[in-house]
């Protein structure tokens, strides 16, 4: 008998009906004589639908403690409802929130981290023949305290649960039926991956494929979880994510992601000082300000010029935080441009094989786009670009690196795959 962890995301979840098709799916995996705790996301829009209440009574900067006990209602809807079609099907089942389920999370409203799960109650329903349904992307702090953990977040609740019982298995349920080589939604001749490395799909994650969240993976890596994603509506195999996956002969680049919501911002005319770049981006983190590529241009008439990338979604805040640094840095100006994307080649073939970030630079300029910023590591290459042309680029990088299902995987030695 096998513990396995199921977890079924928002689009899965999205009306009654497929609630329902969810339970038989579920019922179906413990008939087969396995013992079953279940993960779920809120149903369908839910969580963007509360952020839009929240902004109409108030505004964009809505109190970070409301917000997560707003949030988290979406899911403890789902679980009750999940829980009572289990029943209806002939099986016991009991839901839980949370902190029901003992998660417990650092002190950190909108991107909690988990610290700790204690898992007795879920065991003991186990114990007790229970399917457990257990509420996603929520947890408790040591005050009591109701915390979220980031959006995506239930992949992370469903990997760290699977993490503290020791499951089998813990399968992610989403409406795609696998990992691809980038979004199959944008690309409709996109690669299903029998397999990936925790690594790649953690680079993979960490830079905009929304297929599991980042922390779910890097928690997934550290207590070497057995990780499948697969779709909830068909039975097709899905991709497994292990510690080291069989890559294909010939391909160096396994996937493509895009970040869509970046934007830059540059400080114009620095006098030459030491410690300015460490005046700027200590306030910015101090305000929790997550900064990505940074760029320092020569200096001229000892006046330097820096740049970079970060959310959208921070912009405003940023540059709030840098005019609040003129009179210590004394820049001569600070400019910005958003609606930007962030396009990246993810592979662990890339350490070895030469030629290959010249290739992206190549394929996008080939479509006359001008490359902003660039920034690469052993196993990524990622550049900012304008984001008009984002579905033409992703494309092109694809069929360039021999992705497309229809192309032949190219083969030989390294400069063949160039
Ligand atoms: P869920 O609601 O199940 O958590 P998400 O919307 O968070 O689902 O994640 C699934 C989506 O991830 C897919 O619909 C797909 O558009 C997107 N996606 C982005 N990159 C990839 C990729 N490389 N492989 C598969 N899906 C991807
Ligand atoms: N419901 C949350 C969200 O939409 C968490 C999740 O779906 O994983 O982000
Ligand atoms: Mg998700």
């Keep these: 008998m096998s513990l396995v962890v199921m977890k079924f995301g928002g689009s899965s979840v999205g009306d009654a009906e497929r609630m329902k098709r969810v339970a038989t799916r579920i019922v179906e995996r413990k008939r087969e004589g396995n013992r079953c705790v279940v993960v779920v996301s809120a149903m369908g829009d839910t969580t963007d639908d509360l952020i839009d209440l929240s902004r109409q009574i108030a505004g964009s900067t809505p109190p970070a403690r409301e917000m997560d006990m707003l949030l988290t209602t979406g899911e403890q809807m789902s679980v009750a409802l999940l829980a009572m079609a289990i029943r209806e099907l002939g099986e016991e089942a009991m839901s839980f929130t949370g902190w029901q ?19 007795d109650r879920l065991l003991k329903a186990l114990e007790e023949d229970q399917i457990v349904v257990v509420a996603g992307f929520q947890g408790l702090t040591e005050d009591g305290e109701i915390t979220t953990l980031g959006r995506g ?50 680079e993979l994650a960490n830079l905009g494929a929304a297929v599991l969240h980042p922390r779910a993976v890097e928690c997934a890596k550290h207590n070497k979880v057995n990780l499948v ?66 760029v ?17 979604t921070d912009v405003e805040r940023a540059l709030q935080v840098i005019e609040n640094l003129r009179p210590v840095v004394g820049f001569r100006s600070v400019t910005s441009e958003t609606g930007l994307v962030k396009v990246s080649i993810v ?11 010249a290739k992206m630079f190549e394929t996008i300029s080939e479509l006359g786009i001008s490359i902003n910023m660039v920034s690469t590591s052993e196993i990524k290459t990622s550049c900012v670009i304008s984001g008009e042309r984002l579905h033409d680029v992703i494309q092109a990088l694809h069929t360039a690196y021999g992705l497309d299902t229809d192309s032949t995987v190219f083969v030989g030695g390294p400069s063949d795959r160039r």
Excluded: W
């Design 296 to 312: 320092q241009s020569g200096i001229v008439e000892s006046q330097a010029e820096f740049s970079f990338s970060l959310s959208g």
């Design 153 to 202: 977040g239930s992949d992370t609740t469903a990997v760290a649960v699977a993490a503290a019982i020791q499951a089998d298995l813990c399968e992610i349920y989403t409406d795609v039926d696998g990992v691809y080589s980038t979004d199959p939604r944008i690309v409709k001749v996109a690669r299903k991956l029998k397999e990936i490395s925790y690594d790649e799909m953690l």
């Design 347 to 357: 592979g662990a073939g890339m350490v070895s094989t030469p030629g290959v970030a």
């Design 101 to 119: 389920a003992g998660i417990r999370t650092e002190a950190v409203h909108g991107k909690a981290r988990i610290q700790e799960i204690r898992p």
């Design 229 to 294: 994603v697969r779709s909830s509506f068909t039975h097709n195999e899905g991709t497994t994510v292990k510690e080291e996956a069989i890559m294909e002969q010939g391909i160096v680049v396994s996937g493509i992601a895009y970040d869509k919501n970046i934007a830059r911002i540059s400080i114009l005319g620095v006098p030459e000082r030491t410690g300015q770049l460490a005046a700027v981006f200590s306030a910015l983190a101090k305000e929790k300000i997550d900064v990505d590529i940074i």
